[in-house]
């Protein structure tokens, strides 16, 4: 079922488009994206500026008519940190509700960190985990354990607003510290999401030739994070933009987020960060956490067949599991390569496991780190005789359980009991 996201938000509004699954998983088919700035030169209790008003009518002008078009019904809109913060916030999103067609939301600092937990940790396998959300305006931040929401703080953190309200790199550090102090030393593992972090994350995957396209549940380091918040600041934005991940629009406030991070890094005394390409638009989509992991993948497993149109061939995923001797992770990597490929042939490529080592590369994949993506991708295009050596020298698997559980998994997607 076709469904649409609209975001406005401090710093960029975005519509996105997605099939929503039964599963509750989804596919993103479209987005467009702008920088209207919204929050801008905004104070606590001031009105937001005519001329962002003027700006924001027109883009939303636009995804009316793409919403319109394509003839979505159900769709979700919502106002962030800069109308939460505006005297006129009402009027602000009753006009913008007029124009779109639609009720604009204003949403709490609580409900938009709920939103941004559904969608990290519903596209990502972990079960406890600190997370947080850098936007425009806000920042949130929040304890999960055992799949269940602990605590959400929301601070008026963001990397465009401290951009203008904070004039020193120890002035944002100060202010950083004495606010999120209660997240101190949680030993949990930590997942960043939010468009700054997502651009240092493509930059660092790119200065590191690591050799997938998507960055979800990519494994930043807080040293890495430490050299770009000494870098980035002290480059001018033009010069940023340069830079193979951030764009002309993101480059303007990259410098003050890498601090924000690298700080918050500190704070929580972690070495490394999985980065989410998923979050607060996603949870508005989801809504609904899912109970445990093995619920997690089999729904994402499912709508990896539902794009091809193939039946999901959880029996070559099973068979898989069952003849592999190794430990439950790699059982469980390996049935996945299984049902991944299976669903490649389902679709009638000629050489499945190198269709399936190439969407793995290539395409976004829910459900799973980067690392596992990384794994899969390595056993699926061994399987097909054609491996990757770039591939498998950042895979955690051993060059011999590589090629051993290529051969599997080549051996169970031909199983003649199998085929249909």
């Not at 999901?312 to 068979?319: E, F, G, L, R, S």
């Amino acid at each position: 079922m076709l469904e649409a996201v609209v975001d406005l938000g401090y710093n960029s509004f975005q519509l996105c488009i997605y099939d929503h699954y039964k599963s509750n998983s989804f596919k993103l088919l479209s987005r467009y994206k702008s920088f209207v700035r919204l929050g801008t030169d905004l104070s606590e209790g001031e009105d937001i500026k005519t001329k962002k008003i003027k700006d924001g009518s027109y883009e939303i002008t636009k995804y009316r008519e793409i919403i319109d078009e394509l003839n979505i019904k159900k769709v979700h809109a919502v106002g962030t940190s800069a109308f939460r913060m505006a005297s006129n916030q009402k009027d602000v999103a009753d006009k913008f509700s007029g124009i779109l067609g639609h009720k604009v939301d204003i949403i709490s600092g609580y409900r938009e960190g709920e939103y941004s937990v559904t969608g990290s940790l519903n596209t990502l396998p972990f079960r406890d985990a600190l997370i947080f959300d850098l936007g425009g305006g806000s920042l949130e931040i929040a304890v999960v354990r055992d799949r269940k929401i602990e605590k959400i703080n929301n601070y008026n953190l963001g990397a465009l607003k401290l951009l203008h309200e904070s004039k020193t790199e120890k002035e944002i550090r100060s202010r950083i510290d004495e606010e999120v102090l209660e997240f101190k030393n949680i030993n949990l593992p930590v997942i960043g999401s939010g468009g700054n972090l997502r651009a240092l994350a493509k930059y660092d995957e790119k200065t590191v030739k690591y050799p997938l396209s998507s960055l979800h549940g990519y494994k930043l380091s807080r040293s890495s994070i430490s050299n770009y918040a000494k870098k980035l600041p002290q480059i001018k934005p033009s010069e940023r933009s340069k830079y193979p991940g951030i764009s002309k629009e993101r480059s303007y406030t990259i410098g003050v987020a890498s601090i924000i991070i690298d700080e918050l890094m500190g704070i929580f005394n972690s070495e490394f960060l999985y980065a989410s390409l998923f979050g607060m638009r996603e949870g508005v989509l989801m809504k609904d956490l899912y109970d445990n992991i093995n619920d997690l993948r089999r729904s994402w497993l499912e709508a990896y067949s539902n794009k091809f149109d193939a039946i999901p061939p959880w029996d070559y995923y099973n068979y898989a599991i069952e003849k592999l001797h190794a430990d439950d992770a790699k059982k469980e990597m390996c049935g996945n390569a299984a049902f991944m490929s299976r669903v490649m042939a389902y679709a009638t490529y000629k050489s499945p496991l190198y269709a399936c080592g190439f969407t793995l590369k290539n395409a976004i994949n829910p459900g799973f780190t980067a690392a596992e993506i990384v794994d899969m991708a390595a056993v699926c295009y061994s399987g097909s005789g054609k491996p990757k050596k770039n591939i498998e020298k950042v895979s955690t698997l051993s060059p011999k359980e590589i090629k051993e559980m290529g051969k599997l998994v080549k051996d169970t997607i031909y199983k003649k009991r199998f085929l249909i």
